[in-house]
């Protein structure tokens, strides 16, 4: 996509893509890319230039770039919010379903989401956490 490193954290292309955290500087012989993360200034790209139009013109392809890459990064984090939040309603609805076994509720629970622990599903059934251990425990030995 482009000859600039995309390995940033989200963090720091967001402080990238913004035109204000850049500066061309001219060190009294040549001109120096700098770029400010974190509040601090640092140089950019390693090596100066001669003229400073060659560094603006990389400033402002890299700004075009980590604009396009950090909004793909924020469209793919609403994607996996969006996902996590309707499996997040398909837990609740099981665990409000009064016609399912606290064991059934037990296991389509952790079918949809696997991270759920012991005491997470113990505080959503409203059960001890002993109790969902030997429901979790009834499960795995069928499943065998």
Known sequence: ????????????????????????????????????????????????????????????????TWKVVYNQRMKDYLKEMSKGLDVDVQVSHIYKDHELKTSEKIKQML??????????????????HRGVRRHVSNIKNLNR
Request: cysteine-free; overall charge negative.
């Open 1 to 64: 996509m482009s000859r600039y490193s995309l390995n940033w954290t989200t963090e720091h292309l967001h402080q990238l893509k913004e035109i204000t955290n850049h500066k061309i500087v001219f060190d009294g012989y040549e001109f120096v890319w700098m770029h400010k993360l974190d509040g601090k200034w640092d140089r950019h790209y390693i090596n100066n230039f001669e003229e400073y139009k060659m560094p603006f013109s990389w400033l402002m392809e890299a700004l075009h």
């Open 111 to 128: 079918d949809i989401k696997p991270s759920l622990t012991n005491k997470d599903i113990a505080q959503l059934l409203e059960m001890t």
